[in-house]
Structure formats: structure tokens, C-alpha cells
């Protein structure tokens, strides 16, 4: 079965670096997503992209994140220069395009996540 | 999107079915609800969705209440690896997109 996958699996760094973390999502899916994890807390919504612009983003999605579709198989969120309170899990997940209704089409799939640490 | 409420933690015994009750009295007529796991802290995984009919996989069942108001997930015959967190959503899927709003979930513990 097809599975969004998520490189690195972990990835430490100091404060002030830039960190891009990379997903592959499922190869006909065209919505991508990002989510974040802090230890012990909530799975929250970061980003969603679509036909190459973002589609919605949350309060936490702030000038030092970024999104890219390089290619026509990764999609990476670039953090600028971390905080210690970045540190978490960052989870990728992408659904297909499903026009009307609701089938499985419109579910989001995660991959396994990156745990990011900033030192 | 609608809230969601489920308690916080359940046990069950291996083999024995896993009742996991949530309440979404304020679920929109286009709102479906989903419910995903999540296996110490791994991605978070999909189970089920339904909008008003009962649903079954080869995971689990989703009940849902005539009036919409509330839904339980069952799984048959629980094994030590549902242990996990399990989240009930409510959302509208009709967009292509919609973010999944993830609450605290039930834990559920699975005992031999």
C-alpha cells in the first residue's frame, strides 16, 4: 500500500540554523499538508499546499516557515533559523483531489514524522 | 468545524471488543466524522469515516447516531498493538481540502 514517507527521521540543530525537512507523498495525491507535535501536546495544523501555492495556514505558520514542491515528488517545509521552541515532531500528510462528496479521496494519510531538536 | 469530546483514557481486554464513544452535538449537516490513531507518537494513522450511515473496514466499525449527535468506533477484537490514542474529528470533506483539528483523543489501553 502506498505510504507518505518522511526524511529525516530525526534531525538536531542549534538555535538560529535553517532545518528543511522532506516528505515524498503518495504519488497521486495532489494536497499536501504539514502538522507539528510538541512533545505531550496536541497534533496542530501548519500548512496545506496545493497546485504549487499554499492553500491555508495557521497562526503558528509565521515568516520563518516556509513550503516547496521542488520537484515532482518531494515536498520540504523550510524552517529560517529555529527556535528551541520548534523542537517537535513535524508530520507531512497528502490526500488525492476528490470533487464533491467524500470519499477517501478527501482523507489525509500521514507519514511517520521527522523529530526535530533544537538545541 | 465541530468540537468533539471523548474521555480521556479506556481500557480493554485483549481479544474482547473496544467501544470508543465521542460526542459532536454541534456536527453540521455537511460534516463527516473521521477517527484516526496514533501509536506513540508516530504519525497519526486513518481508521474510518462516515457521514450518517454505519461503517465498517477491515479495521473497525463506526456507529453513528440517527440524530448525528454522537459515534462510537468498535473494534472487534482488540489486540495489544491498538494500544493507542485515538481521535474522533469532525470535518467538512467536501473541499479537497480541509484541516483536521486534532483534540486530545482517548487513550486506550489494551491489556493481555
Known amino acids: 500500500e502506498p505510504e507518505v514517507t518522511q526524511t529525516p527521521s530525526h534531525q538536531v540543530t542549534q538555535m538560529g540554523q535553517e532545518v528543511i525537512l522532506r516528505c515524498v507523498p503518495i504519488?497521486?495525491?495532489?494536497?499536501f499538508y504539514w502538522y507539528r507535535q510538541i512533545l505531550g501536546q496536541k497534533v496542530e495544523f501548519l500548512v496545506s499546499?496545493?497546485?504549487?501555492?499554499?492553500?491555508?495556514k495557521s497562526e503558528i505558520f509565521d515568516d520563518q516557515f516556509s513550503v516547496e514542491r521542488p520537484d515532482g515528488s518531494n515536498f520540504t517545509l523550510k524552517i529560517r533559523s529555529t527556535k528551541l521552541e520548534d523542537s517537535a515532531m513535524y508530520f507531512c500528510?497528502?490526500?488525492?483531489?476528490?470533487?464533491?462528496?467524500?470519499?477517501?479521496?478527501?482523507?489525509?494519510?500521514f507519514g511517520p514524522g521527522t523529530r526535530l531538536t533544537v538545541l | 468545524d465541530a468540537k468533539t469530546t471523548q474521555p480521556t483514557s479506556m481500557d480493554c481486554a485483549e481479544g474482547r471488543a473496544a467501544n470508543l464513544p465521542c460526542n459532536h452535538s454541534?456536527?453540521?449537516?455537511?460534516?463527516?466524522v473521521y477517527w484516526y490513531r496514533q501509536i506513540h507518537s508516530q504519525g497519526p494513522q486513518y481508521i474510518i469515516h462516515?457521514?450518517?450511515n454505519n461503517e465498517t473496514n477491515e479495521m473497525a466499525s463506526l456507529i453513528i447516531t440517527e440524530d448525528r449527535k454522537s459515534s462510537t468506533l468498535i473494534l472487534p477484537h482488540a489486540t495489544l498493538r491498538d494500544t493507542a490514542v485515538y481521535y474522533c474529528i469532525v470535518r467538512v470533506a467536501a473541499s479537497g481540502y480541509s484541516t483536521l483539528t486534532f483534540g486530545k483523543g482517548t487513550m486506550l489501553l489494551v491489556s493481555p
Open positions: 462516515g457521514l450518517k
Open positions: 499546499f496545493y497546485n504549487n501555492e499554499i492553500s491555508e
Open positions: 504519488s497521486n495525491h495532489l494536497y
Open positions: 500528510a497528502s490526500s488525492e483531489v476528490v470533487s464533491g462528496g467524500a470519499g477517501k479521496g478527501n482523507t489525509q494519510y
Open positions: 454541534t456536527i453540521s449537516g455537511n460534516e463527516y
